[in-house]
């Protein structure tokens, strides 16, 4: 647990980070709390830099002072080598999303499985989570996938088109979850499949502001079936503005943004943070364009 008198740096590696809305996140909650708290991101496109490069810039940072990383694409496999600890959850997803420097030495987490399971507990309540299909096999569909598994989820279908991808994203998912049936699937597969289902969740980029558009035929869409999208740039996709419209309970992707930043706030300062006035003020720069 932090003291009042303690400050925290932190930093975010990871390539075209720059524009990422985790640090003010961060920084707010902070300032609420009377933390001293300064979030930085370290952009390896800006510094010329590999993927392969975050182990030394962790070292770099540890022998600057800093007290915690956090990682993106596309360092979230890469910095595994580099860790002296890791949590069960991340050792399981393969994926590291949150680093804790204590004494010189790396403690991995991943907040993204941690961070969409309490969405669904606080943005889906009461849904039946009980059949998913799910859109995506990538590094976002590593971590929601366990998630909803975690979460209750006991019939799973995985859609990609990358079909190595999506079958060794299965086959890891079965040795943790060997009571679950979980599949993978092809596009083609979509139609047929969503009628049985109780939810869809997109975790692919289709939806971004860069990649617009729907991100399958939503004629199979029904007021029945819960929808999450894990883009929140624009936090009101294609696909969540029609799921609303044809009655379903819907889930932005802002939701998660903000469960994998409160839970990384806490891992950090050990301290609680909240979760609502984090997503009030993510929600705020979003409507100002930030």
Known sequence: MSTPSESFLVGLIGEGVMP??????????????SLRYLYRPIDLAVLQRPGQDVGTLLA????????????????????????????DSA????????????????????TDASGFARALASGLPGANLAKVLQLGAGGAGAAVAYALLDSGTT????????????????AELRSHFPQAQIFAATPDEVPGLLPGKDGLLNATPIGMHHHPGLPLDIAALTAH?????????????????????????????????VGQAVDAFEIITGIKPDAARMRAHLLAMLEEGR
């Open 91 to 110: 050792r399981k997803i393969g994926a590291v999303n949150t680093v804790l420097i204590e004494d010189g030495k790396f403690y991995g987490h991943n």
């Open 155 to 170: 019939e799973l279908h995985i859609v990609d088109l990358d079909a190595e991808r999506v079958e060794h994203r299965v």
């Open 225 to 257: 079936h819960w929808v999450a999208d894990c883009i929140y740039r624009p936090v009101d996709t294609e696909l969540i503005t029609a799921a609303r419209a044809l009655g379903c309970q819907a889930l932005d992707g802002g939701h998660m943004a």
């Open 20 to 33: 990422s809305l985790t640090p003010p996140m961060h920084e707010h909650e902070a300032d609420a709390q």
């Open 60 to 87: 770099a940072g540890a022998e600057l002072g800093y007290n915690a990383f956090n990682i993106t694409h596309p360092c979230k496999q890469l910095v595994l080598e580099h860790l002296d600890g890791i949590s």
